[in-house]
């Protein structure tokens, strides 16, 4: 599955989600806060793995040279699409778990 088609289908169960959301609560304003959630949640999982985003921080404000762009290609050959990093896992975990345990507690009040 290529990058763009991970974020659109992502973007599709978000959607779904929302529609879900305002059926249940009627309410606006819980249906515009899943999506912000929604949206930081996609952009935490699928951004990371992309070229782009899966080099170092300082680099983001540099275009991709071929260098960086030739280590990518030879990485894709040896591995799957998601690169499990623990410390990656233990912020997703903790971070994620809480904004989707505060977003059910918003949305079920």
Known sequence: MTNEAALRSSMVGLAL??????LWTQSLKKTVIT??????????IVLPDWDF???SFS?????????ERAAALSRKSQSSRFRVYPMRMVVYVAVYGYAVYRWWMFVTK
């Open 53 to 55: 985003f899966d080099r």
């Open 35 to 44: 999506y912000a959630i929604g949206v930081s949640l996609i952009a935490g």
């Open 17 to 22: 989600v929302m529609v879900l959301v305002w």
């Open 59 to 67: 680099r983001w404000t540099y275009p991709v040279t071929a260098e």
